[in-house]
């Protein structure tokens, strides 16, 4: 439950088209508010599973404030976080940069060393966490593996799709 809590929000790429600006994270789910109503549900019902759930479907909605931005209070519809990776010019003129503007986003990510050192901080991170606090589930890491199969894969397809032009 806390494993899909992490991570669950990023299915709402299924509804991009509904969007402000075709990001999906403008979505309620990539705001706070689903991590409060977890965290306090939790609280409520005095159920700590729910509880570190809420926590870590919040440190997906933070850690998503490092490099494009969220839109953490929904409300507000402001894009806010550090957005590391994040240029108005570029994103502008994205669709006459690139055949398929997700190519913008992954080549842009990758190649930036601080976030690619920043994903190997929190790999191991990971790996201690759930060593130290519930070995049992360790095997559960084979679905780390296969996101980032997943990514690495659509990684190197954008790149051939877009060196044929
Ligand atoms: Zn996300």
Redesign the pocket.
């Known amino acids: 439950m806390i494993i899909i809590a992490s ?1 669950i ?2 299915f ?1 790429i299924f509804f991009t088209k509904f969007a402000r600006d075709l990001n ?2 403008n979505l309620f789910t ?1 705001s706070v508010i689903p991590s409060l109503f977890l965290f306090l549900g939790g609280l409520l019902m005095n159920w700590i599973a729910m509880i570190i759930s809420g926590l870590a479907y919040f440190l ?2 933070l ?2 404030t490092f490099d494009w931005g ?1 839109n953490f209070f929904y409300f507000n519809h402001k894009n806010l976080g550090f957005g590391m990776l994040y240029s108005k010019e570029e994103v502008d003129k994205i669709y006459i940069s690139f055949k398929n503007p997700i190519a913008y986003f992954d080549f842009k990510y990758y190649k930036n060393k601080t976030v690619l050192s920043l994903e190997i901080f929190f790999f191991i991170l990971m790996v201690f966490s759930i060593y130290f606090f519930s070995p049992k589930f360790f095997y559960l890491i084979i679905f780390y593996f296969l996101a980032l199969l997943l990514h690495i894969l659509r990684y190197y397809h954008l790149k051939k799709f877009e060196q044929n032009k």
């Open positions: 991570f929000c990023d709402d999906h994270r990539h997906h909605i850690v998503d969220t």
